[in-house]
T-cell receptor, first 113, second 115 residues
Framework: NAGVTQTPKFRVLKTGQSMTLLCAQD?????MYWYRQDPGMGLRLIHY???????AKGEVPDGYNVSRLKKQNFLLGLESAAPSQTSVYFC????????????FGPGTRLTVT | LAKTTQPISMDSYEGQEVNITCSHN???????ITWYQQFPSQGPRFIIQ???TKVTNEVASLFIPADRKSSTLSLPRVSLSDTAVYYC????????????????FGKGTKLSVIP
């Protein structure tokens, strides 16, 4: 039981390049979230999904797209990376009907130069 | 969502009890109070949640006064491994009715435990 995993762990991109971050979970949880965390800041919600085939915008969705084609996977895409997207990205999942207890992945550290 | 205010940082010696207070003056009737812990280079981890009075688990205690405008996370006999950032979150996290699908993390309180 791996819980929540994120791929890759680290990545360096040049401005304008694209990439996809993968979040995978084996807990059969319905809800999945993508957050970003900048130095000295709390987490900010980018996008989330309340079930397979559904996505919704969070607090800071601009510059990102997401897809939830399979229940166990939640993809975060950057179509044209910008230095402002340098951050640590966390994925989280939730089961049941309450979102207060979220299970976080280990994070992906992304640097855009 | 209710706005929360907590100290930016705190220092404590090993073995002491640490109390971190969070203010949430505009907490709503359906709101719960939740605390998370985040170690460096890791994702946050749920610690405890409560609605009123006192909640205790194997990690911490949560004290909530009758007016619910503040809450205190209490960590007994801290060790160096408790050095982390602690986040206080307030909101209606249950999806029945007008509940929110979202958690809002502020900047948290950075706790440093000193040997």
């Amino acid at each position: 039981n791996a819980g929540v995993t994120q791929t890759p762990k680290f990545r360096v991109l040049k401005t304008g390049q694209s990439m996809t971050l993968l979040c995978a979970q084996d807990m059969n949880h319905e809800y999945m979230y993508w957050y970003r965390q900048d130095p000295g800041m709390g987490l900010r919600l980018i996008h989330y999904s309340v079930g397979e085939g559904t996505t919704a915008k969070g607090e800071v969705p601009d510059g990102y797209n997401v897809s939830r084609l399979k229940k166990q996977n939640f993809l975060l895409g950057l179509e044209s990376a910008a230095p402002s997207q340098t951050s640590v990205y966390f994925c989280a999942t939730v089961s049941g009907t309450s979102v207060y207890e979220q299970y976080f992945g280990p994070g992906t550290r992304l640097t855009v130069t | 969502l209710a706005k929360t205010t907590q100290p930016i940082s705190m220092d404590s010696y090993e073995g002491q009890e640490v109390n971190i207070t969070c203010s949430h003056n505009n907490i709503a009737t359906n709101d719960y109070i939740t605390w998370y812990q985040q170690f460096p280079s890791q994702g946050p981890r749920f610690i405890i949640q409560g609605y009123k009075t006192k909640v205790t688990n194997e990690v911490a205690s949560l004290f909530i006064p009758a007016d619910r405008k503040s809450s205190t996370l209490s960590l007994p006999r801290v060790s160096l491994s408790d050095t982390a950032v602690y986040y206080c979150l307030v909101g209606d996290f249950y999806m029945s009715g007008a509940g929110s699908y979202q958690l809002t993390f502020g900047k948290g309180t950075k706790l440093s435990v000193i040997p």
